[in-house]
């Protein structure tokens, strides 16, 4: 019985996601899936990887992993990056591969703001194996199953994704918006349309330092974020804060919108998410557990999440007066602000 019951919730799984993308706990860690501006948002070769496990306890669960890479092109006030996400759901092993091809310009004012419009271009291929589903035509009266008299023969499914975003920031406070499937692609691996509807998002967040913690004289860095998002019928908002006392950080957030019902379509209460990190030289390494607090309780197993970032600074010189733009501290990153630069 309990098998069933499994294999049942893994089928509604496969259909609750056909319609939505994967999220990532860790939003500021996977910057380019977040949104396209952001990328060359730093001076530096930046390789970033992320792997999520959602609800293992169900052995049905959501698996997705991204790596990104971007850069900084100062002399074109640019920045390029490309983005790649593998995520496979359900017992039916529904897979997403994507590679996305992303573009930022940065335009700097006076008063030391940034504006950063971006694009992001995509290929995506979607398959599923149709025979791992249960259909009404298996199920017996006396609990036995048979095989299904429906036969699927799919191909994967190739389809094209467009999406744009925007960021405006300086070095101590960044707030942008995202908006991807603008095209409204065709992702249907049976005859028929479905379409992928739009996602978007609104972000920001706030950079503070702490002095004086009376450990020798260390400091620390406070930086409060959010992330609402809206795709379909499915809306969520996260908010929490990390707290940096290098090379250690600590973070805290949550996730779902408490003035919402339990309906449906919409996790009103989702989850409590605490993070570790280690921010070394040139790597930064953050590990994640979601507290499932919806009425999926946690028997599902929650969710494990880890980021790897790796960077390689490329500026060799100070640039010229006017080149630098300087870049959304996420956490506090010395190697990125400008008057270290300078020095």
């Not at 607090?293 to 500026?315: D, F, Q, T, W």
Request: a positive charge.
């Amino acid at each position: 019985m309990k098998k069933t019951w499994l294999l049942i919730f893994g089928t509604l799984l496969t259909c609750w996601v056909w319609a939505q993308d994967p999220a990532f706990s860790q939003y500021y860690s996977a910057p380019l899936f977040l949104n396209p501006a952001f990328a060359g948002s730093t001076p530096s070769y930046r390789f970033i990887s992320n792997y999520r496990n959602q609800w293992p306890g169900v052995g049905a669960g959501f698996k997705t992993a991204a790596f990104s890479f971007d850069m900084m092109l100062p002399e074109l006030r640019s920045g390029v990056g490309v983005l790649f996400m593998s995520d496979q759901a359900g017992t039916a092993s529904l897979k997403s591969n994507v590679i996305n091809l992303l573009y930022s310009y940065k335009i700097s004012t006076k008063s030391g703001w940034v504006i950063s419009p971006g694009l992001s271009f995509g290929l995506g291929r979607r398959s599923i194996d149709f025979n791992k589903l249960l259909f009404y035509d298996q199920l017996n009266l006396d609990g036995t199953q048979t095989p299904s008299g429906i036969i699927f023969t799919p191909d994967p499914k190739t389809y094209f994704d467009f999406g744009a975003g925007l960021l405006i920031y300086n070095s101590k406070m960044w707030i942008g918006g995202s908006a991807n499937h603008l095209n409204d692609p065709n992702r249907s691996l049976v005859d028929g349309v479905t379409r992928l509807p739009l996602k978007w998002s609104i972000h920001g967040g706030m950079s503070f330092r702490i002095k004086n913690l009376g450990m020798r004289g260390r400091t620390a860095d406070l930086l409060p974020s959010f992330n609402y998002r809206s795709q379909g019928r499915f809306d969520q908002l996260d908010i929490g804060t990390y707290l940096m006392i290098e090379p250690v950080v600590f973070g805290l957030w949550y996730r779902g919108i408490p003035i919402h019902q339990d309906v449906a379509d919409n996790v009103s209460q989702d989850a409590i998410i605490a993070n570790l990190g280690f921010k070394l030289s040139k790597f930064d390494i953050m590990y994640s557990y979601d507290i499932t607090v919806s009425k999926l309780g946690s028997g599902a197993g929650g969710a494990h999440e880890i980021s790897i970032k790796y960077e390689i600074n490329r500026l060799k010189r100070q640039p010229k007066k006017g080149r630098f733009i300087p870049c959304p501290a996420f956490y506090h990153n010395h190697d990125l602000n400008l008057e270290k630069l300078k020095q």
